[in-house]
Each structure stands twice: as structure tokens, then as C-alpha cells.
């Protein structure tokens, strides 16, 4: 059975979306898909215009380097890099110069309230910090869109609220577009807008209440 049946989305620039539902219903193929990781059977994916079935492999690599975010539930960070030098990987791979990548990396840690914390390696870091590190790293490159899967998955309430707290306000102040894949309640409530899919269908498509 196909992961995604006839799903027809359009995310607005500046969106802050949540996808919920069971296990197995699709949502972490639907991240995939929007984020050129895997390509669809049928169908099209467009990205600020841009059908990525007209991509090759390296301008899809190209596009999701520079203009999208990936944050995943087991924050995937270099083990014996500091916290300034997983954010600045990004801007390493891309050539950017080095004194530019660790302008923009301190910057990107001082918005996540980690600038303290720079020198810390991952595992001298809590879960929410880790997680504060992965997002900052996500969006150094002021990407269009940030595509996170779970990422309070691993935390406490009080910490996963903390991390909504921090994409809520990255939405306002930078216009990033966000879409999270999550099972966490707590997050789909304060939502501003709601997807549940079902056995690979979308189920429903409403609006939350204005973030808190």
C-alpha cells in the first residue's frame, strides 16, 4: 500500500504547520517528500515554485543545503564537534569562508539562547539543549522552510514547550516556514495549523488556536 494516497497540500510562506496521526500514517514520508529526500511514485512536489521532478541530484542537494532546515528527533549532531562548530557544518559544506561561518554560527546559538554554550560538546549538553543546537543548525543558512520530524519526541513537556516557544518565535521574527511531524499533544494544540493524516490520506485540515 502506498505511504501517501492523493494528498493534495499547498503550506503557505510563513506557515507554521503540524502533522499528526498514528504510527504508519504517513508522516514522516510526507517531510521526506516535501523536503526532496524522496521522490514521490506519482504526483509533484513544489518548493517556492520549483517542481523538484525537474531537479537533478545535485541541485536537489543544492536546494535543500541552502534553502530548507531538517531537525529530527535524535538531533543527529557530530559527537566531537562543540556546539559553534556543529552549527557552522552547514556553512562549511556550502564553502562558505571561515570567519563568515562562525559570524553567523554564534548569531544562530545566541537566538536559541545557547550563545554560553558554545563550546560544549554534545554530550556535555541536556536534551533541550541538543535540540536548541540541532535547530540553530537548521536554520544558520536563513532557509525558507524548516522541516522538523519529532523533535520534541526525546523531551520533557516542559522542555518540548520550550522548543515550540523557540520555533513559534523563529516563525514571527524570521517569516521561516515550519512543518512538524509529531505525536505530542501538547504541540498540536498550540498550532496554528493542524494536519492529521490516516492510512497515508489526509484526515482533516483546520486551524488551532492563536499560539500561545
Sequence with gaps: ?????????AIGRGELVTV???SGSGKSTLLHLLGGLDEPDAGRVFVDG????TLGERERTLLRRRRLGFVF?????VPVLSALENVEYPLLLDGRPAGERRDRAAEALAAVGLAARSG?????????ERQRVAIARAVVHAPLAL???EPTGNLDSATAAGILDLLLALRRERGT?????THDPALVARSPRRLVLRDGRIESDSAGEAPR
Design 120 to 128: 560544549h560538546r554534545p554530550d556535555q549538553l541536556s536534551g533541550g
Design 73 to 77: 528527533q535524535t538531533f543527529n549532531l
Design 1 to 9: 500500500m502506498p505511504a501517501l494516497r492523493g494528498v493534495d497540500l
Design 50 to 53: 520549483t517542481d523538484l521532478a
Design 177 to 181: 516556514t515550519i512543518v512538524i511531524a
Design 20 to 22: 499528526a496521526g498514528p
Design 147 to 149: 522541516l522538523a520530524d
